[in-house]
């Protein structure tokens, strides 16, 4: 979710100063001392008066977030799926590239999104690369994406065969500026890639039907 905000901590009768951040699966505390509760561990999720309450194992923490303290209960209570935190719409057009599972296959289906087929632009381009040869492939694959639109690099998490690093320089190599990091599914990450928009004009006139005379 990456959300961050500064507050203080109360927990185990100490109040704390410093940093809270709202993750896909958990809520970090880092100031004085530091706490990380997994969202799947809570057992009640509560925000009052501008405080938000959290009980599990460890106990009771609660984190005084003002006004966005119950912004953070509607998103722990309330979690996006996976396609809202990749940006997929109904009616989108989006292009497959690499081999992913079939339950992505299926939530893809189930949104009503359109696959793109032969050379149409898409809207969003999902690439699944194995290693860091794959990604000799991310220029070409924007390429036939919309002005617009975006490239998700789609690679497993923690191995040596492929790193974060080389997927930046990949996006780079292709003029594509990064904007953000999604967590795919629990051996995935995916990093989103745009065409910078002080480039995008000259991209969408090209892309864009010319207006002969006669």
């Known amino acids: 979710m990456g959300q961050e905000l500064e507050c203080r901590l109360h927990y185990q009768r100490r109040t704390l100063a410093g940093k809270a951040y709202l993750e896909t699966d958990y809520v970090l505390f880092r100031g004085e001392e530091r706490l ?39 998103k722990i209570l ?4 996976r ?20 339950d992505f296959l299926e939530e893809l289906r189930a949104r009503n999104v359109v696959l793109a087929e032969g050379r149409s ?3 969003l ?38 790193r974060e690093i080389e997927v930046l320089e990949a996006g780079r190599h292709a003029a594509l500026k990064d904007i953000k990091v999604a967590g795919f ?9 745009v065409v910078p928009l002080e480039n995008r ?4 006139k090209h892309a864009l039907p010319q207006n002969r005379a006669g």
């Open 125 to 162: 381009v999902f690439f699944a690369a194995r290693a860091a040869r794959d990604l000799a492939k991310v220029a070409t694959l924007a390429a036939g994406m919309k002005p617009d639109g975006a490239i998700w690099v789609v690679y497993p998490k923690g191995v040596t065969s492929i």
């Open 185 to 193: 599914s629990l051996t995935h990450t995916a990093l989103k890639f």
């Open 201 to 204: 004009q000259g991209k969408l």
């Open 78 to 81: 309330h979690p996006p799926s």
């Open 83 to 102: 396609l809202d935190k990749l940006g997929v719409k109904p009616g989108l057009t989006v292009r497959l590239a690499g081999e992913f599972a079939p």
């Open 36 to 74: 990380k509760v997994l969202l799947k561990d809570l057992t009640v999720v509560q925000a009052s008066g501008g405080v938000l309450r959290l009980e599990f194992a460890g106990g009771e923490a609660e984190f005084e977030l003002g006004k966005a303290a119950e912004k953070w209960e509607e």
């Open 121 to 123: 632009k898409a809207d």
